[in-house]
């Protein structure tokens, strides 16, 4: 008989288990507040920038930091500040959008691949092997050429080309969780298979899709700053990260300061995901025990 003068236990949901993991874990929270920072600052910059991102000062030059210009200034006399605020609102847009398409259908593809199996597994996998096999930088160039030079086409284009890895990441995941009790039981209690994929499936595979979602954001960053070196991606002024990086480069024998201020905020941001992405690897695995 149950005794009223008890307190009554309380169940918690994965994500609020997840949530106070995630606050005992201080480089995942140092990650996570980094990050938060530089997409408030991103958001921000129109209104912070000390300098508008088109200002140039033939005149002053490539200027190493100083009180009027705290990170110095490139060639044409641009503020670098402004240039790697402005640029962090591309770099972060490209690496967080792209890296959303691709999980959205790398996801669904290698969750019903691996969950349904048989031939429709066969057909699906298949067409990912073929993909891997194309150039998928011809691929993106060919559509930037063919729809224009379109920031959000760039996005769309470098997602659909980076969840290839997703789908065979998660079609692991699933041909193993497929087989274990719980599915067993979902199937017992009527759940359909979408609802069992959706509800039970997906939810388990979220600690591999979390680390490779780390690995994702900077890829495409690093990808989205090749596309403009060649010219198709981010044109000037506008900036990005891996394109003041790749300019950098270019000059660091004589500015170094062009190459080290870009490296570092990309640097910062990359070591921030990690951390954030190591962090809730752990804190969204159901399987781990309660702490």
Do not use: C
């Not at 298949?126 to 996005?155: K, Q, T």
């Not at 041909?175 to 067993?184: A, G, H, S």
């Amino acid at each position: 008989m149950i005794d009223p003068s008890q307190p009554t236990l309380k169940g918690s949901s994965l994500w609020l288990d997840a949530w106070i993991k995630l606050g005992k874990n201080r480089l995942a929270l140092s990650g996570l507040v980094i990050l938060l920072f530089l997409i408030v600052v991103s958001l921000l910059t129109p209104w912070i920038a000390p300098y508008s991102y088109e200002e140039q000062n033939l005149m002053l030059g490539a200027t190493a930091p100083s009180a009027a210009h705290w990170l110095g200034t490139d060639i044409f006399g641009r503020d670098m500040l402004t240039r790697i605020m402005y640029g962090g609102r591309v770099s972060l847009m490209v690496g967080f959008i792209a890296t959303a398409v691709a999980l959205v259908i790398g996801i669904l593809w290698g969750a019903i691949a691996g969950f349904v199996g048989g031939r429709l597994d066969a057909v699906m996998m298949r067409i990912v092997d073929i993909m891997y096999a194309l150039p998928f930088m011809i691929f993106i160039v060919l559509l930037m050429v063919v729809f224009g030079r379109n920031i959000l086409l760039l996005f769309v284009a470098i997602g659909a080309v980076e969840w290839l890895t997703m789908a065979r990441i998660v079609r692991g995941q699933v041909m193993t969780l497929r087989k274990q009790e719980f599915v067993e039981a979902a199937y017992s209690m009527g759940l359909s298979k979408w609802a069992i994929i959706r509800r039970h499936i997906i939810p388990n595979t979220l600690g591999p899709v979390i680390v490779y979602t780390t690995l994702t954001i900077p890829s495409v960053m690093l990808l989205e700053a090749f596309l403009s070196f060649l010219g198709l991606g981010i044109q000037p002024p506008q900036s990005s990260w891996g394109l003041l990086i790749n300019y950098g480069v270019e000059t660091m024998e004589e500015y170094p300061w062009l190459l080290i201020f870009p490296g570092i905020t990309l640097s910062l941001t990359l070591f921030a995901l990690n951390f954030l992405g190591d962090g809730l690897r752990d804190a969204l695995d159901p399987r781990a025990s309660k702490d």
